[in-house]
């Protein structure tokens, strides 16, 4: 690494945060075996450009009104998903009602609630109803609206009524970025709408987001920790998180390697 000039690595830089959506300085400095002051220096120059964005102890993926795209973004933390998915699953009894909204990681949610019986699912996901559709003891329930072609999300004021008719056990829902004010931020307004729906009509709100969401931007603010009830992640959040959870009373489940 110590052979690539300044603007290669500073190149692979936004490469990597832009995939991660957040990278400490210390990992970042050692992945480019630059010093953490070589590493700082070159975010700073990187921010001001904007083309990421400075975080104390790390960097964030730049300002975005939009998503990474969604093949991408399903080969993206693939293992961190599938241990999230399986510890959801296990907070989830069988003969439970739930909606299960849209994002890859909730596609891993359906597939590891398979072995369940009983469930009673509503989701606004096609990706989610054909996983679930074929096992015969589920109810399975597509919300109406409009289909986003990029990644099989069903959005809309269609899409917000239908939700708004059901009074579910369990709300999943998925999130772009989380803010260090403990904000919850998406990229689609629509898709906000439909999330705050769900929101509003489950008795335990399940947040499913690995570590990679946290300080990373997007544009629409969907809620913040008071509008969850659980948050599902792969690794302990860092300190300023793990307090804005612990004043909104939200339980964390750590799905680690050890899980």
């Not at 190149?11 to 990992?27: H, N, R, T």
């Not at 596609?107 to 509503?122: F, Q, R, S, V, Y």
């Not at 990029?150 to 939700?163: K, P, Y």
């Amino acid at each position: 690494m110590t052979s690539l000039s300044q603007q290669a690595r500073h190149e692979q830089i936004v490469e990597l945060v832009s995939a991660k959506g957040f990278v400490s300085i210390d990992d970042l400095a050692s992945h480019f075996d630059v010093t953490p002051q070589t590493m700082r220096r070159d975010i700073n120059t990187l921010a001001t450009e904007n083309r990421l964005r400075r975080f104390h102890g790390g960097a964030s993926a730049a300002p975005s009104t939009q998503n990474t795209e969604y093949t991408k973004r399903k080969h993206l933390q693939s293992p961190e998903k599938a241990r999230i998915a399986q510890r959801v699953a296990e907070h989830i009894p069988d003969h439970a009602s739930l909606f299960i909204n849209i994002g890859t990681t909730n596609e891993a949610i359906a597939k590891a609630l398979l072995n369940h019986t009983g469930l009673k699912i509503i989701t606004n996901n096609l990706h989610v109803a054909s996983i679930v559709s074929g096992k015969e003891d589920f109810d399975v329930i597509m919300a109406g609206g409009k289909v986003r072609s990029r990644d099989g999300g069903i959005i809309g004021e269609a899409t917000m009524d239908f939700v708004k008719q059901f009074r579910v056990d369990y709300g999943i829902i998925g999130i772009s970025g989380i803010d260090e004010d403990g904000s919850l931020l998406d990229f689609d307004y629509q898709e906000v709408r439909v999330s705050q729906a769900i929101i509003a009509n489950s008795r335990e709100v399940i947040l499913a987001a690995d570590h990679t969401k946290f300080s990373r931007q997007a544009m629409i603010r969907l809620g913040d920790f008071n509008d969850i009830n659980t948050l599902v992640t792969d690794k302990e959040p860092d300190e300023l998180f793990s307090t804005l959870l612990s004043e909104s009373e939200v339980e964390t489940l750590i799905a680690d390697d050890d899980d």
